[in-house]
């Protein structure tokens, strides 16, 4: 079989994630994978048609398909992603139907289940059929563990497709309603006097809808805030995955576009942050991707602390909540309030004001009272990753991360630090090992658990 590999990453053949298709090519040497460099070349793809056009005959001709990838923040690279946009663009998805095709990424795990979901629900909206992802740690396959089991998963890659076995679609196709947005005159405006609010967003001329929602949240706030179109700014690229920054959060790129400076002195410096986007495939534009991505020159440290921030997305995100986690996830391990999302897939003209209206005054007060919302597991298991990665075999890459964790506090939150969870293991926990100890211990259990939290009830003052 003639199987093409679409490499994701930006380092081409130095790609990590690459080697695990490399040890399914010597595995299986009786068929033939034809890696293309998606990421790493995306400016000639995009430029030069026949580049393009020579991709898709390839692809045409093919058996099979392996999206291949690392993952940046919660998804594909920015440049792969605009690949998939050019797909669409230019009308070329007849290519890939019918194909079968499967994802392979590497990460430490920090939402790579999001990015999968967004590669197997583009794979559907193209009616390919998808058959799995594997998606291990980066540096699984020095163990025989790891090997063993992307062995297996080549057996059933290869299996499936030369069975003509069928594969069952899990993201059906989105379906837009017909609804043009006309925002009207705010009834409520927002005082934002010594607070500094930032609009970034993506608009295109056509936009209509993202332009009418980004004219009226404008129109609350006032002149005082600040709108920045991010297609405006000069980015040179995309980020190119060589952790140049984890020393000192020095970027490769600094000095060379407008990116780094501008996300210091407009992003990090705003109280209040105003997102806009539109749907584009199954996540926002390539644009906002890759906007994302260069923002890793921060590396893994939060840098959005008690920031108050409001979504505006125009598209069927009611029929995306792979993308609402995302944006979710994103705030929560940021240490940002998220303080809602407005969709026009949702309500009349009328309410989406209203809605509007409701969050930019919500995002005023929260600011007053210093708001924060206790983190989700989105949050709090994504942190732990990152708190133990860089704990541990990251730290000699990412030493600013490092720093930056024992300064605030991270790594105070390992379990084996705490002197009570110290007295429990060594105390408690032999003892209600006894038989008779443990039987009381479970009769009292529900209500020795309730009772401090009864206690600060009944100590409480307003």
Known sequence: MNIIVLNGSPKGNLSGTLQYV??????????????????QQIKGIETNPDKFEGIIQQIRSSDALIWCFPLYYMMVHGSLKRFIELIDERDVKQAFQGKYCASISTSIHFFDHTAHNYIHAISDDMNMKY?????????????????????????????TIEQKQITQPQFFPVQTRDFVYQNNKPKNFVDITNKKVVILHDALEQDHNLKQMLAHTRAVFGEKAEVYNIRDIEIKGGCQGCMHCGGSYRCTYEGKDDYIEFYKSKVMKADILVYAGTIKDRYLSSRWKTFYDRSFFNTHTPVLQNKQSIWLISGALDQNPNLKQILEAYHE??????????????????????????????????????????VTFLGEGGMRIFRDEIWGGLRMVFTADHKAFRRLGYYKTFPQRSFLNFIMRVFLVPLLSIPAIRKGFNTQMKEQMVMPLKNVVAKARF
Do not use: W
Request: hydrophobic content about 40%; glycine content about 6%; some cysteine.
């Open 22 to 39: 490399a040890y399914l090519e010597k595995a299986y040497p009786t068929h033939q994978f034809e890696t293309i460099h998606i990421a």
């Open 131 to 159: 058959i799995a992802a594997f998606s291990p740690a980066m540096n699984d396959l020095l163990k025989s563990k790891g090997q063993q089991q992307l062995l297996q998963f080549g057996k059933l890659f290869l299996q």
């Open 333 to 374: 391990f940021q240490e940002a309030n998220l303080v809602g999302i407005v969709s026009d897939a949702y309500g009349t003209s009328e309410d989406i004001d209203q809605m509007i209206e409701q969050l930019c005054g919500r995002a005023v007060e929260n600011l007053k009272d210093n708001v924060s919302r206790p």
